[in-house]
DNA sequence: GCACCTGGTTTAATATTGCAACCACACAAA
DNA sequence: TTTGTGTGGTTGCAATATTAAACCAGGTGC
């Protein structure tokens, strides 16, 4: 393989993301975390991935700062894992990725959760981009603009 | 590794998204894809990823309903991939990735581009959650509620 | 007819994943 | 204080996935 292609540097800010959060596990486990889920068992169990790799992959969310490692919460001697805010920043991902199965599901029957607002228990609405002014954005109405200070002769992608 | 484990049949919304376009280069093709690239060469050209996995992605693409292929419009004999519904819907979630990376990213300077709106050409506003009643709702303000009708004794993940 | 472009497939090397077995430490009971 | 059990890993090995590079077939251009 020679190197899984990174795309730690790459300038594209999805390309970015992905990098960081773009395998299953991790989101998974950020999934977890949202729920309360702080411990390495329980995350392991929940889950049903191997323990090798759910070592690496808690290390490396450590490592990009988004979770953090706490000395235990229960008085046992062991250590949780919390989310930092970086980590909570996450949030919205899940929720986009959530109501897309919602929408174009084949099997929409096979989808066990639904979810709701805390207070009246409703579904909650779609996520929706506004414009500054307030004018409701899809993808056609979007455009991408360098950022100003870009280094010349890196190439724009997205 | 007897099998990448797959979520196509789990019951979290989340996990079905996620083994549908859950990989790297899936969600940056469907990216270059909402940006008009449709032509094999130029998803590779643009990507940088070795052919033989562009093919495999892109049939795997198709498969899912996410991009479906046409006789090519600019004349030749060859084809060319276009975005269904399904695969438009994604746009939110690349607005999510990319936001994360705006807000949180290690190394902002390095963000080559930002989301505009076409018509102003101002950027953006975050993606936003709203209850039914239109308040604004973070991770706390939600729950997840069982599916009316789903089979018992299936476990509700998230 | 001949070169070259497009859109792939094949091959072989290397990386990643997964399972299972092992291990070290904490804590508890006997 | 030995024995047992749960937690939180690490290690080894087999299976699979990714990759770059070479190859190839049909269309197109000249």
Redesign the interface.
């Known amino acids: 393989m020679v190197k899984r292609?990174s795309?730690e540097?790459d300038?594209?800010?999805?390309?970015?993301?992905?990098?960081a959060i773009?395998?299953?596990w991790s989101?998974?486990i950020i999934?977890?975390a949202?729920?309360g889920v702080s411990r390495f068992g329980e995350f392991q169990k929940?889950l049903?991935?191997a323990k090798n790799i759910l070592a690496v992959r808690l290390r490396a969310l450590v490592d990009q700062?988004i979770l953090k490692t706490a000395p235990a919460s229960d008085g046992s001697a062991y250590q949780e894992y919390l989310l930092t805010?970086?980590g909570?920043?996450?949030?919205?991902?899940?929720?986009?990725?959530?109501?897309?199965?919602?929408?174009?599901?084949?099997h929409p029957?096979?989808?066990?959760?639904?979810?709701?607002?805390?207070?009246?228990?409703?579904?909650?609405?779609?996520?929706?981009?506004?414009?500054?002014?307030g004018?409701l954005?899809?993808?056609?109405?979007?455009?991408?603009?360098?950022?100003t200070?870009?280094k010349q002769n890196?190439r724009?992608?997205?």
Chains 1, 2 share one sequence.
Request: net charge positive; glycine share 8%; proline share 6%.
């Open positions: 292609t795309f540097h300038d594209c800010p999805i390309a970015r993301s992905l990098d773009g395998d299953w989101m998974l999934r977890e949202l729920f929940r049903g991935l700062g805010p970086k909570r920043g996450v949030f919205p991902i899940l929720v986009a990725l959530r109501q897309w199965s919602e929408e174009f599901d084949e029957e096979e989808i066990a959760s639904i979810l709701v607002d805390k207070e009246k228990g409703r579904p909650v609405r779609k996520l929706e981009l506004y414009s500054q002014d004018r954005l899809g993808a056609g109405d979007t455009a991408l603009k360098p950022r200070a870009v890196r724009v992608r997205a």
